[in-house]
């Protein structure tokens, strides 16, 4: 890993992710995929999170805020209605549990 | 499990959290901007949702051609519907 830069090393952590995700999805569906196969995915994946990083940055600053939140990814679903679907639930069940925790919190102090 | 089946929750591997926020943060403009743990977990959701979609459309594609390896010309086919799925 030396003489690598920064960017590279990201790099590979991204190739590194994505080849255990998709050979765990390839075994349930029982089908391989060859290295290149597995690399180009890798590539587009990386090429998303880039774009998806400055748009998410772009969202917030809209909003007048520094910090990236819920609302943002959102937005950057909303042409996909499925997707949509899933970033608010799973956002909704984070708010749901952190506010459960709150209560089971000052449950147990009083 | 088949293709058309496929059931995303049944997915193990998930997108280290803090190797997402690094990534992120080389492309930010601005030092200021910031991205909460909760928040990472969605984007997380996202990229894993984007990794296993291509996995299966090609797979499907490799399925229909009668393989069971998939290749990357398989990926190819499948790319353009997949970038407009995702913009």
Request: aromatic share 4%.
């Amino acid at each position: 890993m030396d003489g690598l830069n920064h960017e590279e090393k990201l790099r590979l952590t991204v190739h590194s992710e994505v080849r255990k995700m998709c050979r765990e999805v390839g075994g349930q569906i029982k089908m391989e995929l060859d290295k290149d196969a597995v690399s180009v995915i890798a590539e587009l994946v990386w090429r998303k999170m880039c774009v998806i990083s400055q748009d998410l940055e772009h969202f917030a600053k809209h909003a007048k805020r520094s910090t990236i939140n819920a609302e943002d990814v959102k937005l950057l679903a909303r042409r996909n209605p499925s997707l949509r679907a899933i970033v608010c639930r799973m956002a909704d069940d984070a708010v749901k549990k952190k506010r459960q925790n709150k209560e089971k919190a000052t449950e147990d102090l009083s | 499990m088949d293709i058309e089946g496929y059931d995303i929750s049944k997915l193990t591997s998930k997108f280290k959290i803090e190797a997402l926020r690094e990534i992120l943060k080389v492309h930010f403009v601005d030092s200021k901007t910031r991205i909460t743990e909760d928040t990472l977990q969605l984007v997380a959701e996202v990229v894993r949702v984007l990794t296993t979609e291509a996995t299966l459309r090609a797979g499907r594609q490799a399925h229909i051609e009668g393989m069971t390896e998939v290749r990357v010309s398989h990926v190819e086919k499948i790319l353009p519907q997949l970038m407009l799925d995702f913009i």
